[in-house]
């Protein structure tokens, strides 16, 4: 069985918030890569889209939000 290419990704905070998203059709490769970097650096869960009908809704960060308050 030959492994399905990912189509997207989609990074979740670690508030559970989906913070960005990137369709990997309409993204340079060198872009993709340094996006995908910084999510995994600030902590977010990465998580591939494999069919190219997947749609998401973005959110501010939770975490952001509360620390603003302190």
């Not at 069985?1 to 913070?19: D, E, I, L, W, Y």
Request: proline share 4%.
């Amino acid at each position: 069985m030959n492994k399905r290419k990912p189509t997207g990704f989609v990074a979740a905070c670690q508030c559970s918030r989906v913070v960005g998203a990137l369709d990997l059709a309409k993204t340079e490769r060198t872009d993709a890569g340094k996006m995908l970097s910084r999510w995994l650096s600030d902590g977010c869960t990465v998580e591939p889209r494999f069919d190219g009908s997947w749609s998401v809704v973005v959110t501010p960060c939770a975490c952001e939000l509360t620390e603003q308050e302190f």
